[in-house]
Structures are given as structure tokens and as C-alpha cells.
């Protein structure tokens, strides 16, 4: 049973929007810092947002500006809306919850952008 249930990858053009959806149990929630990675072919995968229990966030400089990360406590659910897409933006997008004594990875949702 997957511990980290991600959707809302897809295809879009340049200049497009996704929101991407990482749910989780509450126990796993409440405890984690949440975050979404990406990885590209041939690439390291790369922490894109993150955000604390209490709220707290940061980016990765390529997507500040454009990414916001969110948590729906009552949903326990993180949240990556990505505007102005590029297509540099193209990889699949991993969910990870921090514990503080392990990580847990998401499956993985692929977003592409393109014209």
C-alpha cells in the first residue's frame, strides 16, 4: 500500500499551469517536513519546494517565483502549484515526506512541457 499518493501530472505548453497533489496518512503528515523532488533523464534528482510542519517553506532558485508549495493539514495533503512552466521544468516529480528518522518516496508523476 502506497504510503504517498501523488496526481496531477500531464502535459502542457510553455507558459502553462499544474498543480501536483500529495496525499499521505495523518500520522505520516503531521510529523514530516513535505517536499517534491524531480528528476530528469541523466540528471540527479533535485529538491524543488519544500515545507516544514509548522509552515515554513523554500525553493529551489530555478522554480522561486513561479512554484508554490502549500499543506492542507485537514487533508494531509502537500500541495506544488507550478505556473509558468518551461520546458527545463520537464522531468518526473517526486513527493517525499521527511520523519525525521526516514524518508518516504512517492511513485512519481511525470510532468511535461511542451509546445
Known amino acids: ?3 504517498l499518493v501523488e496526481s496531477g501530472g500531464g502535459l502542457v505548453q510553455p507558459g ?4 501536483l497533489s ?6 505520516i503528515f503531521s510529523i514530516s517536513a513535505m517536499g517534491w523532488f524531480r528528476q530528469s533523464p541523466g540528471l540527479q534528482r533535485e529538491l524543488v519546494a519544500a ?5 515554513s517553506t523554500s525553493y529551489a532558485d530555478s522554480v ?7 499543506r492542507d493539514n485537514a487533508k494531509n495533503t502537500v500541495y ?16 517525499n515526506a521527511n520523519t525525521g ?3 518516504i518516496w512517492g511513485q512519481g508523476t511525470q510532468v511535461t512541457v511542451s509546445s
Open 80 to 95: 506544488l502549484q507550478m505556473n509558468s512552466l518551461k520546458p527545463e521544468d520537464t522531468a518526473v516529480y517526486y513527493c
Open 51 to 55: 515545507i516544514t510542519s509548522s509552515g
Open 22 to 27: 500529495c496525499r499521505t496518512s495523518r500520522m
Open 101 to 103: 528518522v526516514s524518508n
Open 64 to 70: 522561486k517565483g513561479r512554484f508554490t508549495i502549500s
Open 1 to 3: 500500500q502506497a504510503q
Open 16 to 19: 502553462g499551469s499544474l498543480r
